[in-house]
């Protein structure tokens, strides 16, 4: 699937947000972001037809997302959603174990 100049905005957009969640694994350049958009069908019009994928690896810790939607923009938003619950999670179990 071609990718227009927008939707590799909204990928940027969307999902380089998330290292806000994770400062202090950037400012030491452990962060790497994997993200596969995809169109499982080209039959099919409607229904769940686009898939995105986003793999986030923070030192030796991955994260990983995956949905499947009608609509591009809702799968990058719901992935999005997926890993900022992951990566909370992870932080705050990373808080509980030295308090």
Known sequence: ???TPSICEYIEE???SLDKFLERFEKRGEIEIFVEIA????HH???EVFRAEA???VGKKVFRAEDL??????AID???NKLQQEIKKYK???IERHV
């Open 39 to 42: 169109r499982t069908t080209k």
């Open 1 to 3: 699937m071609d990718l």
């Open 69 to 74: 939607n009608e609509d591009i923009r809702m």
């Open 92 to 94: 705050e179990k990373k």
């Open 45 to 47: 019009k409607s229904g």
């Open 55 to 57: 793999t986030f690896s």
């Open 14 to 16: 969307k999902i380089g």
């Open 78 to 80: 719901e992935i999005r």
